[in-house]
């Protein structure tokens, strides 16, 4: 029955003011509206709703943005879109328990700790989607395949990766008499000389997710390998494992305090930002932090996109993956939202202030947003060239995870800066190491 | 042949009644008022047995489920593996650091809660004025949400703005930031298990003071005072009047402390999450990172199954003292 209240009209007068305010919201309304309509949603979407597992990103504003994007994408495709944003070390337990109750999100996402290789019986098949990705936008990274694939199949689609520089402070080299750095030689010779001079350097020698970063960034430059490419044989029983070793011991000793044994994540950047570090090996959330909280810190602070080893320049980035249950509710616009998000990537990365490196070639093409107009940060446009990932030069499989969660490699280079001798240290990082895998071959 | 058993008598069954006027019927057992106290008191008892065969019968017998098998996190379909999941703990060096850590974290925290836990009973206990007010206030770390304590605590054990060597600092105990004498709370190994067993004190001690008081205030003051007026110490009046009497509340006390602290996760795992080099490493951390974030269920199964040998004595003996004392 209608009620007849309802067919009310109002004939209010528009004056000056709300006529500006009406035809401004239009304007921006359109603008955004021709930004998400360049890739229009099939029409079988309208009614839908999607429901994405997210982390909670180092850099706030780009949440922020995420939010507001996936809200106007969904106005314009007639989805209702929810995103539920969680620390990024609690997704694991989320997805073990998504997966027992085979009920939960859309779609998620995996943040540093790739769980293709467990889950992908269980996820959707998004080679159609990977590929076309590859095609529009030049092809991806090499290194990122194997986060993603699972026996050439595309389980998962990467997003972007955390680049894990060099942040050094200017003014400290030049005070002194060093130049601009550029291998691990010139930051232990800094960290030598300047830890007298109250300005010591920093890498975490703990359980946390940098310390991971950081000593398989320094092993690789070094030429050590976690496996052979086929991540079949394992290979940190080695000459080049002995002498990253050896040079983590002496830049401890020389460059470090012992406080470095107790960081977390976010102890490089307070290290940085507080004016002590004359150099750490982290994240540009460092430097954003330190622009946010000490400008004249700031003003000084250089990047250099990984030190030079004696064998390579590699860096190891942080991975971050999407993925699709099998019993999701809503595939089809799960896909398109991965497919608008990788369309609108340059405002993603502007978004995250230069934080989101993309996997995919042709996102290179300077400038990149966030990085190509900041003389300090311009050389990271070329990460892509030198960035790798965990179980180097193997694949992420979930041995290869296992080695990451249960901070093997860290534990190595602790226990070699406490004192314990290079030999046993590696001999008991290889028996760890050849435990997991065993186990894994055997299931 | 038998007679017929006399009228209202029975045996166990059914009883035969033979009714005035020569009807002979049978009548059930459970009609019996015995049967019926006997299922009156099993109804009683039911919803608790439901709840504990649900919520840890079930959970138990499904980890020693995963732990005999090679499940991982995605994959449903689980192939039996006997004891091999086990037999790979025993083989991981990091687990038996795991092993020990926890034993010293348990009864480590266990005993200075002890003394933490009777002190602060025995100072609520007097009388003085605004007695209510801070027996409320002492449990205010029992009741704060874990994470947001933790939190705390880890800024407070901050290697570069901790406020405890900021205090030591300026009172001249400890020297600047940098010096060989600031202490690295949660990066020199003893330090780093010494401060998450610190805030797992700090966090429960209140409730063994709870415990402690609510046994102490049940005692008869007049005991009290005659063993006063017969020239029993302090110690003596402690040891030999007020413990034996309020035994049976201390023993539950203890043996809930052993298991909450024994399967504690979450001050360790936000503090250190183990680290550096396994120092402060237990057993439900390594079963987390190994059976959720490392995705090998089995084998961190089986890894905090391990836990369950640990418990189950010292819960045995602490209830079976419990029982003696009761008869």
Redesign the interface.
């Known amino acids: 029955m209608s009620d007849p209240h309802q067919v009310q009209s109002d004939h209010h007068s528009v004056d000056r003011r709300k006529f500006l305010k009406l035809t401004g919201t239009g304007v921006v309304g359109a603008s955004l509206l021709t930004m998400l309509d360049a890739r229009q949603a099939p029409a079988q979407l309208k009614g839908t709703s999607l429901r994405l597992l997210m982390w909670s990103h180092f850099v706030p504003a780009y949440d922020v943005w995420l939010d507001d994007f996936a809200k106007k994408w969904g106005e314009t495709n007639g989805v209702k879109v929810r995103i539920d944003h969680m620390p990024h070390l609690e997704l694991p337990a989320r997805y073990a328990a998504e997966f027992a109750a085979g009920a939960g999100h859309d779609l998620i996402y995996f943040v540093g700790q790739i769980l293709t290789g467990h889950y992908y019986k269980n996820l959707i098949d998004l080679s159609d989607l990977a590929n076309g990705l590859g095609k529009k936008y030049g092809g991806w990274m090499e290194s990122s395949k194997s986060g993603a694939q699972v026996g050439g199949t595309w389980y998962g689609v990467p997003d972007f990766f955390i680049a894990i520089p060099m942040l050094w402070r200017k003014d400290l080299f030049d005070s002194a008499g060093l130049g601009a750095p550029d291998t691990w030689e010139d930051f232990r010779k800094a960290g030598r000389i300047l830890k007298a001079k109250g300005h010591p350097t920093g890498m975490p020698f703990s359980h946390c997710n940098d310390a991971n970063h950081n000593w398989r960034s320094l092993m690789y430059c070094y030429g050590a390998k976690e496996t052979d490419p086929s991540g079949q044989t394992i290979l940190i029983d080695s000459k080049e494992t002995r002498e990253a070793l050896k040079f983590a011991k002496a830049m401890y000793d020389e460059g470090m305090t012992p406080e470095v044994f107790s960081w977390d994540d976010a102890s490089d950047n307070r290290y940085l930002a507080s004016g002590v570090a004359c150099w750490v090996h982290d994240a540009i959330s460092a430097y954003r932090t330190t622009q946010d909280t000490n400008p004249k810190v700031f003003e000084h602070t250089y990047v250099l996109p990984e030190a030079k080893g004696p064998v390579a320049r590699l860096n190891m980035g942080e991975p971050n993956v999407w993925a699709i249950w099998k019993f999701a509710k809503n595939v089809p616009a799960a896909k398109e939202f991965i497919q608008a998000i990788a369309d609108h990537q340059k405002e993603a990365m502007e978004a995250s202030r230069g934080y989101n490196m993309p996997f995919l070639r042709n996102q290179y093409t300077r400038p990149m947003p966030g990085l190509g107009g900041d003389p300090k940060l311009a050389a990271l446009q070329e990460q892509d060239k030198i960035t790798v990932f965990f179980g180097n030069p193997g694949p992420m499989t979930p041995a290869a995870q296992e080695v990451l969660t249960t901070f093997i490699i860290p534990d190595m280079f602790t226990k070699v800066a406490r004192g314990v001798p290079v030999e046993d240290t590696v001999k008991w990082a290889t028996g760890e190491i050849r435990r997991i895998y065993a186990k894994h071959k055997a299931s | 042949m038998a007679g017929l058993p006399a009228a209202g008598s029975s045996r166990s069954g059914a009883s035969l009644s033979v009714a005035v006027g020569g009807r002979v019927g049978v009548t059930s057992w459970w009609r019996t008022p015995t049967a019926r106290r006997f299922i009156f008191g099993y109804t009683l008892l039911a919803p608790a047995v439901l709840y504990v065969a649900l919520l840890v019968g079930v959970p138990f017998l499904f980890s020693l489920y995963l732990a005999l098998s ?1 499940a ?4 449903p379909v689980a ?1 039996f ?1 006997g004891l091999d999941n086990f037999k ?1 703990a025993l ?4 687990f038996y650091v795991a092993l020990r850590n926890s034993l010293v974290f348990t009864f480590g925290a266990a005993v200075m809660k002890g003394l933490l836990g009777t002190s602060l009973a025995f100072l609520l206990v007097q009388p003085f004025k605004g007695r209510t007010v801070v027996r409320a206030l002492i449990v205010i770390p029992f009741t704060l949400p874990i994470a947001v304590s933790v939190l705390g605590w ?1 800024w407070m ?5 901790s406020v405890i060597n900021w205090a030591l600092s300026h009172l001249g105990l400890i020297g600047e930031f ?1 010096s060989e004498s600031w202490p ?5 190994p003893g330090l ?1 298990l010494l401060s998450v067993m610190f805030v797992n004190v700090w966090r429960s001690f209140p409730f063994s003071a709870i415990v402690l008081l609510a046994g102490m205030t049940s005692v008869a003051p007049e005991i009290i005072e005659a063993a006063k007026v017969d020239g029993a110490s302090f110690m003596q009046r402690f040891r030999m009047i007020i413990v034996p009497m309020i035994a049976p509340i201390l023993f539950i006390g203890a043996a809930f402390d052993t298991v909450f602290t024994l399967s504690d996760l979450s001050i360790v795992y936000l503090l ?7 120092a402060t490493e237990i057993l439900p951390t ?1 079963a ?3 059976g ?8 961190g199964a089986a890894i905090s199954l391990f836990l369950f040998p640990l418990l189950l004595p010292a819960i045995a003996i602490l209830l079976r003292t419990l029982r003696r004392r009761q008869y």
């Open positions: 090679d991982s996190v995605g994959d192939r593996v790979a083989e991981n060096a990091t880890k054990f901050d290697s570069q703005f940098g690295v709370w949660l990066g020199q780093a250190t999450n183990g680290g550096p080099d396994g390594l987390y990172n190994t959720i974030r490392g995705g090998a269920l089995g084998r």
